[in-house]
């Protein structure tokens, strides 16, 4: 593994300030942990609860370049993010 578990953490508390500005709210990831699915590149999730949608979703996060990948909630297919030339994540349209 090339990211230590706390800069997993860091990493996704910024994505997660960038996509949910309104809801985010300290020590909302409950865990983090290395996908046992991922084949060929290790992919970490993390796992966190945002209290407006009383739900656990999943950030992916790309061992092997740092970036998030994509979003997994309960009720949707994975959104994708992207970084925008302000340094900030958002959806991918």
Same mark, same amino acid.
């Given at each position: 593994? !090339? ?6 953490? !860091?990493?996704?508390?910024?994505? %997660?300030?960038?996509?949910?500005? *309104?809801? @985010?709210v300290e020590n909302c990831i *409950? ?9 060929? &590149?290790?992919?970490? %999730?993390?796992?966190? !609860? ?5 739900? &656990? ?6 061992? $092997?370049?740092? *970036?998030?990948?994509? %979003?997994? &909630?309960?009720?949707? $297919?994975?959104?994708?993010?992207? !970084?925008?030339?302000?340094?900030? @994540?958002? @959806?991918?349209?």
């Amino acid at each position: 593994m !090339k990211l230590p578990e706390s800069d997993v953490i !860091k990493i996704a508390e910024k994505v %997660l300030r960038d996509l949910h500005q *309104e809801f @985010y709210v300290e020590n909302c990831i *409950e865990k983090v942990f290395v996908d046992p699915g991922s084949t060929n &590149t290790a992919i970490w %999730l993390a796992a966190f !609860k945002i209290s407006a949608f009383d739900t &656990t979703e999943f950030l992916s996060i790309s061992d $092997e370049t740092s *970036e998030p990948i994509d %979003l997994q &909630t309960s009720t949707e $297919e994975p959104l994708k993010l992207i !970084k925008g030339d302000d340094g900030k @994540y958002r @959806y991918k349209n």
